[in-house]
T-cell receptor
Framework: AQSVTQLGSHVSVSEGALVLLRCNYS??????LFWYVQYPNQGLQLLLK??????LVKGINGFEAEFKKSETSFHLTKPSAHMSDAAEYFC????????????FGTGTRLQVFP | DAGVIQSPRHEVTEMGQEVTLRCKPI?????LFWYRQTMMRGLELLIY????????DSGMPEDRFSAKMPNASFSTLKIQPSEPRDSAVYFC?????????FGSGTRLTVV
């Protein structure tokens, strides 16, 4: 079964520092991969997704992620953190051949300090 | 576009009562999903529909949970009877080919 593992349930960075949130997936075939953000008391919002094509994917709010098949990874990065980036971030994978169904990781809470 | 609309936003009920959560998906989306979020278990997919037909309900915890989608613009998730361990935030999401949009959720508290 396909799954995603998010390394680190909490990540803290200073404002202006690089943000790196890690996600590794398990899949026997190239999956579709997603990052979502959840602000307090809100639903999840899509940041970016990889389906096919270019392996470096740019999303909203300055975030990007790179699909690395050799490492089975899809890490999320942002060059310079902003206070408003503080939220919970979820990596998700779509099982091959199961259109639209998403399996989520356990989430990483990002804290940004001034 | 009003997005995915869930009601109620908050629900407090007594153990043993029936609870019905409602969801209106985005018009034109052909898939609808119900998720449950708790601190202990994270985000769990309960059930999803495609073109109003239930495709996968393997995540439904037990027979106390049921979901329906009578038409393309409405879905319900029912818990009968409710138990304290059902307390969670329940999210509905709709999609048209990997374009998930989540509702704001229903926070259910069973006392």
């Amino acid at each position: 079964a396909q799954s995603v593992t998010q390394l680190g349930s909490h990540v803290s960075v200073s404002e202006g520092a690089l943000v790196l949130l890690r996600c590794n997936y398990s899949s026997s075939v190239p999956p579709y991969l997603f990052w979502y953000v959840q602000y307090p008391n809100q639903g999840l919002q899509l940041l970016l997704k990889y389906t096919t094509g270019a392996t470096l994917v740019k999303g909203i709010n300055g975030f990007e992620a790179e699909f690395k098949k050799s490492e089975t990874s899809f890490h999320l990065t942002k060059p310079s953190a902003h206070m408003s980036d503080a939220a919970e971030y979820f990596c998700a994978v779509s099982p091959a051949g199961d259109t639209d169904k998403l399996i989520f990781g356990t989430g990483t809470r990002l804290q940004v300090f001034p | 576009d009003a997005g995915v609309i869930q009601s109620p936003r908050h629900e407090v009920t007594e153990m043993g009562q029936e609870v019905t959560l409602r969801c209106k998906p985005i018009s034109g989306h052909n898939s609808l999903f119900w998720y449950r979020q708790t601190m202990m278990r994270g985000l769990e997919l309960l059930i999803y529909f495609n073109n109003n037909v239930p495709i996968d309900d393997s995540g439904m915890p037990e027979d106390r949970f049921s979901a329906k989608m009578p038409n393309a613009s409405f879905s319900t998730l029912k818990i009968q009877p409710s138990e304290p361990r059902d307390s969670a935030v329940y999210f509905c999401a709709s999609s048209l080919v990997y374009g998930y949009t989540f509702g704001s959720g229903t926070r259910l508290t069973v006392v």
